[in-house]
């Protein structure tokens, strides 16, 4: 209000009041007497009314003004705050981006919004393609305006695209669409390193300003712990993948390697052994498998676990030999917790095989009050940790083996007559290695692959001499001695030929050689005669990697006549 008109003369302003006052104050109106001595009351009033009407009309303006300014602002943080809690609802990335797009477009009115995200190990940026695509979208990360606000951390308001340089025109071209305007900013982690940028394009009505720059920012930071989240459920999601795929081939080499098809056999007394294993497989019947130490009796246990129903469950072995008389108890059952100062509670080897199998190896040498404690588990199905008071049910399938003859065992009050009758319900005897030569060159030229394998190393091969020094061992320590004797081979052996200088000089001249004289002097002529054709139609097939053609010409024969022979001894 600059002036006033009373009684048809001018009046000069009788108050001054700021131009950006937020509020009528009464401390601006200045009145001058001196001049306006002449001017009736009643046209002062005229004027100071005028001026109160004014006043009021302002501020109702200005108040409705800033009530609809709190008004969009909160609506804008109540929207932010609604994507919040979608983006942290999301964990898969590629839907996560697909949110962020979709979402800022409405908070913001514009056509188009994207989050590039940075390769640091490539420098590049990529982004989706568009909405629920799959293609993928990289550049250089030094590249449009994108790359600028990377590389810079700065807020970029476009206005014309074309008409700036940092644009980046090469993704129009590429995907036919027309940017008018950007508003970019950096995408920063909690750590405040960039990781992308956050564009969007093409304000619907007009263009971007400085809310909408706020809003931008506010989001983008959000969409960082959202994206770095979903980045490392993914992370976490692929290596458990992984882990369960390495489990599986784990699991599945251990059942091959361990089933019945991967026992090493040729020779009739280990084919029966197989189809032993076999037909008890899926039984829940205790096994004493008794042996030699060496013969594989621990190979049987694990192939009769991984080819049954209980493959997938626990298999636990324990060497009770190794065992004190003091262990054995809490090894076998478990402890309570305070049994003894400082004692933890612990689970015994009959839990941890809980629905698999508990192999029992070297079970002749468990004292008698350990035996008669296996016994009750094994008639009642429930064990006592030491300590405790309470029964606790098992389902474990118990193999034991041993290489102590138990009758002997029995006789002389070692062993409880009971448990073993409880153990003996199948018997599976483990020849000895010089019982069965027939299975030496197999044997062989599986350790020696077997090391190739595990050394990385090129393939290779026994000269024929050295097979015959081999079938010729006496082998006290069984196939145990002669897997020792092949990888030693194998190691000292700088070419891919094993040849008969490499062999350990004592077993050209095996010490049990009188023994085994005075056995062949006890048989008939025709059982030593199909004995030595047997070795030596092995020994033909392991020369020759089992090309029947060449062995037979090794051994003078046609190949008919070597396949009846083999099928006439069982060899394959």
Known sequence: MTEASTGGSTVQPVCQIGSQAKGFNFSQLRIVPSRYRHVAGTNLVVILSTLWTGMTQWVRLKTSMGASTQVGLHEKLAAILAICQKMNSERDLSALLDLIAREATNLLGCERASIFLLDKQKNELWSKVALGSDQILRFEASLGIAGYCVSTGAVVNVRDAYHDPRFYNAIDRQSGYRTRNVLAVAVRNERGEVMGAFEALNKRSGVFHARDEESLTALAAHAAIAIETAQLVGDLRRAQDELAEQNGHLRREVESRYSTHGIICAGTRMQQIVRMIERIRDSSVSVLITGESGTGKELVAKAIHYASSRSRKPFVALNCAALPDSLVESELFGIEKGVATGVEPRIGHFQKADGGTLFLDEIGDLSLPAQAKILRVLQERVLERVGGRSSIPVDVRVLAATNKDLPVQIAKGAFR??????????????????????????????????????TARPAMRFAPGVLRKLLAGDWPGNVRQLRNEVMRLAACTAGDLIVEDDLWDGLAKPAGENRRTASRARTTLKAAVEDLERRMIAEALATTQNNQLQAARLLGLSRQGLINKMKRYALS
């Open 417 to 454: 007559e009971d448990l073993y009758y409880r153990l003996n319900v199948v018997h599976i005897p483990m020849p000895p290695l010089r019982e069965i030569r027939e299975e030496v060159p197999l044997l062989a030229h599986h350790f020696l692959q077997e090391y190739c394998k595990e």
